[in-house]
């Protein structure tokens, strides 16, 4: 025992730090993969705008 504290409540802390990171790692992951459908997403969005541009204009002239 270091200074009258048990060894294993050091063990839960050490446990709920590591938690916590692997909290976060998580959350920060689930935002980037988020992120990258966001993009794919606004990108379908874009080339289907773009093609009714395009198709507008064809029928312009």
Known sequence: MIVGVPW???LMI???FFSGYM??????AE???EQQFIESEG????????EARKKQKD???
């Open 59 to 61: 029928r312009q002239l």
């Open 14 to 16: 050490l446990f709920i």
């Open 31 to 33: 935002k980037k993969l």
């Open 43 to 50: 990108k379908v969005y874009m080339d289907r705008l773009e």
């Open 23 to 28: 909290a976060f790692r998580a959350i920060r």
């Open 8 to 10: 294993w409540v050091f």
